[in-house]
């Protein structure tokens, strides 16, 4: 592993983001810090996306963005900060790059192809998940506005509703931003059909 692969390892984006001063709901949601957000927009865990913005990234990514770091000072302060010990020095150190010059014309194809099938992956899964983020949005409202006041009240349909669902789509709207493509394949496999 690389120090990139081992830092991400050892912390989240989301201890990063706490430790630097982003307040984190218990959900995951919190205020973009990466343009004017009021309400929070950003979701956050192993990985961090602004559903206003467009911002994503892991933890090393984030503190590179936040203090205006290269990726390897941000990992050096990572490392410092979280005193994780991780050894720096001959594992960073750029490997050998071996220049392909045969079948160049084969190579690019085949990776606008891969490019090409990348994007609609992408899209669809950004797509659903704003959809599932507004219905994250809704279930936190139902929760207050149909909070019973009382034990002997019956609960409304809509708060035993978000209770029930909140935490599967915020799972759902994690795996969507930050899972692999295959994860996210079978998923709006499995869902598309219903
Ligand atoms: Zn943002």
Not at 27 to 50: E, L, R, V, W
Not at 100 to 122: G, S, Y
Not at 175 to 180: D, Q, R
Request: charged share 30%; hydrophobic share 40%.
């Amino acid at each position: 592993m690389n120090i990139f692969q081992e830092v991400k390892a050892r912390v989240t984006a989301r201890q990063v983001a706490e430790r630097y001063g982003l307040k984190v709901s218990r959900n995951g949601m919190a205020c973009c810090p990466f343009h004017n957000d009021k309400h929070p927009s950003m979701k956050i865990d192993q990985n961090y996306y602004c559903f206003a913005c467009g911002a994503k990234g892991d933890a090393v990514n984030y503190v590179a963005v936040q203090f205006g770091l290269s990726q390897f000072e941000a990992a050096k302060k990572i490392n410092e900060d979280f005193s994780l010990g991780i050894s720096i020095g001959q594992s960073v150190v750029g490997k050998k790059q071996k220049p392909e010059v045969q079948d160049k014309e084969k190579i690019l194809t085949k990776e606008e192809r891969i490019q090409f099938v990348q994007k609609k992956i992408d899209k669809w899964a950004k797509d659903a998940a704003n959809v599932l983020l507004q219905y994250l949005r809704w279930m936190e409202f139902w929760k207050e506005f149909y909070k019973p006041e009382s034990t002997e009240e019956e609960w409304h349909p809509l708060f035993v509703e978000a209770l029930q669902n909140e935490s599967k789509i915020s799972y759902l709207v994690d795996m969507l931003m930050f899972g692999t493509d295959e994860e996210i394949l079978v998923f709006s496999e499995t869902e598309g059909r219903r």
